[in-house]
C-alpha cells in the first residue's frame, strides 16, 4: 500500500548501495579510523567552513542525542529544549538514563525563543532556591523542528547569543537537517549552523543513508576523550567504514541536498493540493513533514489508500495526522496521494 | 530575628534532646541493626495496624526519595507526580540522577487526581509509539502537598486504587505527616495512609526530630535487598540507632501527633488573623504552611520584622510569601507575627 | 597490505551485500516491526529449539551487553565474569555507566569455571557484612572466551546449573558464537546453548555480517518493556529491516555456520603452520583467533608484511600477537601469512 | 558484652552531646548557611594553611565518597584505588551507581605505592586500545588504610606528585583521619594533607561525633555548584547546623586530636600485650585498629567475653579478627580485654 508515514522506510539512495557494493572486496580498519571517514568529514568540514570543527559518525538519532547531551552537559544541569522536542517525547527517558533532567519550556510551532531561554535562566538564577534545583546546563533545538518548521536565521542566532550569555552550550539536533536547508525560504545554511552552533547533526538516516548521524562539534568545542563517550554509549560502530562512505557519498555532488529538496518539492505539490482543496493544515512547515487535522471518517477513508503517521486525537471526533515525503518519494506517488485527497 | 521562614530551624523537640544525653554511655550495633530501630519499627508497624509492614530509617528527604523512587521504579519507567511536587523542583535532579523521568501532570492546590492519573495512562497505553516514551512507573504524592493542602481519604483512596489497576506502586511523601494527620478535617489516618500506599514515609526532620525518615513498606511491599540499596545510596546511617532512638521518642506519649498539632493550631491563629485583615490567601490549607500574596512594599515592610519563605513574584508588583509554624513556634512568636500583620 | 588484524575489517558476504541490493525499492515499517525481523527471528528460534524464546536485533556488542546486562541484573547487584571479559576490559565502562559493577574472577584460557563460581557466591553469602557490598547478580560468560578458546557443554551445563542454583541468569556473549559452534571438538551446538543460557548473542559484526547482534532471551526470560530499554540505550535501528535481512541471510543455507567454519579452517592452517615451525603458541584455541607470543625482533619483520594484532608486550623482549582470520579470510592470503612465519 | 568491634558504637563526645543541648532554644538557617558551619570551616581551613581551600560538611562516608568521586571523575574514567580500598569493598557499588569504574591496584598493608600508580597510567596510555578502556580519572587513598596503617609523608609526596603529573586529582580519604595524625611515628600533618591532595575528608562519625563528614578541597579545587551536587545525591543535612557545631566542637581545644590519640594509646596497650603473649598481628598498624590471626578455637573462646571484628577465614582453622579501639574506650575496657587475650 501506499505510505507516507515517515521518512525511513527506503533503505538508501542508489548511490550508496552501489558503493556498498563496490567496496566488497576492501578491508579497513574498525572504529572510524579508516579514510572514507576521513574524507566524509573533512567535506563536512568544508561545508562548515570552520577549520577547528571536528567530525564524529554515529549509527542512530537517539544514541547520539544521548552521548553528546551526557558529555557537554555538567553533572548539575540539565538540557532546555521545545516541550515538543524528540528528547523529551520520544526517546524512551535516554537522557535521563544518563542522569540528567530535561528541562521543557512550551514550544510554538516545534520551536523555542531566545527571549523564552533568557527568562528561563534568569527566572532560574532569580530564585533564592536554584542551589536545590537543576541547573539549565545545555540547549537543545532541532532543525527542522519536530514539526516540520525552519528556524530562521535570526532566531538561531538570538538562540546561539542567549545561550552563550548564560554559557550554555547550543545543540541543534539536525536529524533531518536538509530537508530545513533545502526548504523555501530558509536562510541559515550550513556553515551559519556551525557558526551559531556548539555541536550540531547532520542526519543520514532521514536523508537518504542506511543509517548515520554526523556529530560536528565547532570551533574547538569536542569534548576531552568523546571517543571513549561514544564506545561508552554502545555507539562506536565497528565497521565505521560503512559511515564514512556513506556521508562521502552524500556529500558528494550535492546528493545530500538534492535528496532533500526532492522531498521538499514533493511536499510542496502535496501542501498546494491541500491549500486547494481546503485542508486544516497545523503548522506552516516548508520541508517533508505536514500535519493535517480531519475527522475521523476522512481519516478512515484515507486509510484504505495510504498510510500516514497518526499523531494524536483532536477534540471528539478530529485527529492530526502526519503526511512525510522523503528522498524515495517518486511523483507517481505524489500524484497518487493527491488523488486520495 | 522573628522567623516564620520554615519548619526545620530548631535542633529537635526537647525530648529527643534529653534522650541524646541519655545514651551518652551506651554502645551499640550499627546501620540500624540496633534495639532503638527495632523498637520504634514496632510502634510504627502497629500503629499502620499491617503486621506484614517493614519500617528503615533514614536521614533526610532527598536521599529517601531518591532511594525509594529508584527501587520501586521499572527500570523503562519514570514516576508521576504533580508538577509542583518536590521531587521535580527541589531535588537537584535527584531522580534523574538515577536514570528515571520525573513525569509531572500539573497540579491544582498542589494535587493531582485519581482522573488526571488515570487519563495519563490511557492516553499514555493509547499511543501507537508509546514503546518510545517513558512509562509511567510508579505514583508520587506528598502528604501534605508542598502547598500545605491535605488530600482527603477518598482522594487517596481514588489514586490508589487508579493506580493499583494500572500496576502502579504508590508513594506518599510524608515529609510533613504529623501536620496533615492532624489537621483539622483531616479524614486519612496513618491506617489509612498504610492502607492506599505501597510505601510511604513519615517525617521527623520537619516534625520535632534533629533528622530522620522513616519509610514505611506496606503488605510486604519491601524491594529485594533494600539494605543494599540504601548503602548504595549512601543513606545508611552508621550510627542507626540514633534514627530508632528518635522515632521511639517521637512515638511515645503520642509525641510524634502533639507536635504537629501544636503547629497546626499556631497556624490556625494566624489563618483567622490573615482572614480577619482582609489578606490574600493562596491556598485552603489546613496545616502549618501558609501562602499570601501581598504588595512588594507590605512585604518589605514585613521584612523588617520578621523572616517569611518568599515563593516567587507574582505579576509586577505583588510576591508569594510562606508562614511556616513548626513543633517548635511558642505562642509568643504566634502573636508577636500577628501583631505585624 | 595482508591483515590478520581482526574478524571485523570486510564489509559483509556477497549474499547479504547482494540482498541490500535487492531491496533498494522496498519499503518496511521501522524498528525492527517489519517482516524480514520476522523471519529471521523464527529461524534463531527453530533452531535453538525453543518455542518460548524471544530474539532482538541490535547493532553493535557493546551496546548489546550494556542494554542486556543492565535489564537483567538486580540494581543491587553486579555482573560476575572473567577478568579478562570484553566488558571488563574494551568496553570503556559501558556496564557501570549503567549503575552496575562488573566482578571479575581470575581467568583460566579466557574461562571461569563453576567451581569459581560457586565459590564466590558461597564466599559472599558467608560475608557477614555481605549487605554493604555488591551482591552477585548475573553471569557473563563469552563463546568462544576473547582468547578464543571453547567452553564444553560440561562447562557450560555446570556454570549453568551453578547460577541457576544460585538465582543468577547466564548471559553468554556470542559476538564469535560462529566460530566457537563449528570449530574442532566443539559439542555445544546453537540449541545447547539456549538450554544453558538465559540470555545470549548470536553476532553478526564478527560473522559475515555488515553489523548486527541477535538477542535471544530464552524460556520466556524478556524483561518487561524490552524494545523500550533498546529505545533506551539508543539501541534501536531506525531501519531495522536491515539487520533482519542480514540475519535471514545467514541463516539461510547454512551461510552462519559455513561462514564461520571457513575461518576456522584457515585458522587451523595457520596453526599447523606455526607447530611445525615451533612457535609459541599461548593457548590452545580452535577458532579463528591464534595468540602467539614472539621476540621483539620477530615482531618487527612481520610487520613488514602483515598487520596481526598486538596484544601485550611479554617481559622486556617479547610480545603476544593475535592472528586472526575471517569468514572472508582466502586461501592466498592465508598462504601468504604462512611464507613470513 | 564488652565490645571492641568498631570505632562508632557510641553516641559521641560528652562536649559534642553538651552542645547539643544547649542550642535547643536556637534557630538557624538550613542546609549548612549558618554560623558554626562557617566558624567550623574556618578553623579547618586555618589548620589547613591554605586560605583557598573550602569545606563542606556531609553525614556519612558513603555518601561523601560517592558524591565527591562523582565531582571530581571526568565521565570517560574510573577512580584508582587499592583493590582493599573501601569504595572497592563496602560501599554496595555506590561509586558504580554514579557511572563510574573503581580501578582496583594491589594492596601492600592497605596501601598503593606512587610506583604502582606511574605504573598503572604508563601501561594504559601504551595501550593501542585505550580508547576502548576506562581511563584513570582521579587516584582515591585512605589515610589511615583499611587495615589501619599510616601513609608517610614521603609516600604521600610521591603519590600526589605523580598523581598531577598524570593530571589526576587525589582524594584522600579521611574517615579516620584523626586517627593517623595522632599515631606514633605519623610526619603527615594536617597542613601535609591539604598540601597534597585535591580533597580530602576528616571524619567525624568515627572520631567523636554522632555523624558527619568534612570535605575539605584544597587550593580553589571545588567542583562548580558542589552543593547542587550534595543535594543531588541526597547528602545535604536539612539541619546542617548540626555538623557545623559538631566540627566546630572537635576542632576547639584539640578536641578531635585528643580523643584520636587516646584510642591510639589504649590501642598501643593492646598491642604491646599481643606482642607480650606472641600473638600473630597481621598490619604493622599505628593507629586504632589491631588485626590478628588466631585459631578457630581461640576465637571462639574471645567470642564469650568480648565482641570483635570478624574479617575472615584464613586457612581451614583460622580466622582473622579485628580488635578495634575507639575515643571512647576506657581504661578498664582495655584492660579487660587483655586479660582475656
Not at 528541562?103 to 525563543?113: A, H, Q, R
Request: glycine letters at 8%; aromatic letters at 10%.
Amino acid at each position: 500500500m501506499l505510505s507516507f508515514q515517515n521518512d525511513y522506510s527506503s533503505t538508501a539512495a542508489p548511490q550508496i548501495l552501489t558503493r556498498m557494493q563496490q567496496i566488497e572486496h576492501e578491508q579497513h580498519p574498525g572504529y572510524g579510523t579508516d579514510d572514507y571517514c576521513k574524507i566524509a568529514a573533512d567535506k563536512i568540514v568544508k561545508l562548515c567552513d570552520d577549520p577547528e570543527a571536528q567530525v564524529w559518525f554515529l549509527v542512530g538519532g537517539t544514541q547520539t542525542n544521548q552521548t553528546v547531551i551526557s558529555a557537554i552537559t555538567p553533572q548539575y544541569a540539565g538540557v532546555v529544549c521545545a516541550d515538543s522536542g524528540h528528547i523529551n517525547t520520544h526517546e524512551a527517558g535516554a537522557i535521563e538514563a544518563t542522569g540528567h533532567k530535561v528541562l521543557p519550556l512550551p514550544n510554538e510551532d516545534g520551536k523555542i525563543t531566545a527571549a523564552q531561554l533568557d527568562d528561563y535562566c534568569e527566572r532560574f538564577y532569580a530564585d533564592a532556591n536554584h542551589e536545590h534545583m537543576v541547573f539549565p546546563g545545555a540547549v537543545y533545538i532541532s532543525q527542522p523542528t519536530e514539526y516540520g518548521t525552519v528556524y530562521t536565521l535570526e532566531e538561531l542566532e538570538a538562540l546561539s547569543q542567549v545561550a552563550h550569555d548564560r554559557k550554555l552550550p547550543l545543540f541543534i539536533d539536525g536529524a533531518r537537517l536538509g530537508y530545513a536547508l533545502t526548504s523555501d525560504g530558509n536562510d541559515a545554511n550550513l556553515d551559519d549552523i556551525a557558526r551559531v552552533a556548539d555541536v550540531f547533526t547532520i542526519g543520514g538516516t532521514k536523508v537518504g543513508a542506511m543509517f548515520g548521524e554526523a556529530v560536528v562539534f565547532t570551533r574547538g568545542n569536542t569534548p576531552r576523550n568523546f571517543t571513549t563517550l561514544v564506545k561508552q554509549h554502545g555507539a562506536l560502530l565497528a565497521k565505521g567504514w560503512l559511515l564514512g562512505l556513506q556521508f562521502d557519498t552524500l556529500f558528494t555532488d550535492d546528493l545530500y541536498f538534492k535528496l532533500s529538496e526532492h522531498a521538499n518539492k514533493e511536499a510542496d505539490k502535496i501542501r498546494q493540493a491541500l491549500t486547494d482543496k481546503g485542508y486544516d493544515v497545523a503548522f506552516v512547515s516548508q520541508t517533508n513533514q505536514i500535519f493535517i487535522t480531519v475527522s475521523d471518517k476522512k481519516a478512515a477513508e484515507l486509510a484504505k489508500h495510504v498510510t500516514l503517521g497518526f499523531m494524536e486525537a483532536v477534540g471528539t471526533d478530529r485527529v492530526m495526522l502526519r503526511i512525510c515525503t522523503s528522498w524515495a518519494t517518486t511523483d507517481e506517488q505524489t500524484a497518487e496521494l493527491i488523488s486520495y485527497l
